[in-house]
């Protein structure tokens, strides 16, 4: 698996940005959003249980990780048709604020090493990477345990300070000076 201070690989994949099939659909490569802070987050399957939920999350925290000039994006390996199906069908994911990525070629999943041996699918791994293209956060959980998207926000608030954080620090307390 791709660690920390290693460069997010490249990529070319479509995404689904709406619920209606005749504007449903973007290009989107790793130069998209070059520039910015990025989250990606990837889930196993569509049309599953505990995904959804994790999704969701994220898509209502999306403004947060907006106020701090991140784009979210959701990644699997299911096609963009699926992710387009499950979209008009799960009332939580029909207006999500970005957009859920096909890896069907499982080329991302595969660079970064968390292609899900006997499942096929992509683990449940998140990727916080900064402006320059470098990760800077890696969390994987099993497939049957979801994330916490407000611990990625807070970590991804403690990597914009650019100092040294405790534990359990948040945005708008201390960090902590160094020898």
Known sequence: ?????QLFPAFHVKGVISENSED???DVTHTTHQGKWQVFFFWPKDFTFVCPTEIAEFGRL??????RDTKVLGVSTDSEFVHLAWKQQKDELRHLPFPMLSDIKR??????GILDENEGVAQRATFIVD???MI??????????????????RVLDALQTDELCPCNWQKGEKTLEGA
Do not use: H, S, Y
């Open 24 to 26: 449903a659909f973007i």
């Open 136 to 153: 800077r956060f890696v969390m994987v959980t099993d497939l049957n345990v979801g994330r916490n998207p407000k611990e990625v926000l």
């Open 62 to 67: 999306n403004q947060e990780f907006v106020d």
């Open 1 to 5: 698996m791709l660690a920390i201070g």
């Open 131 to 133: 402006p320059a293209g």
């Open 107 to 112: 080329e991302l999943t595969e660079g970064l």
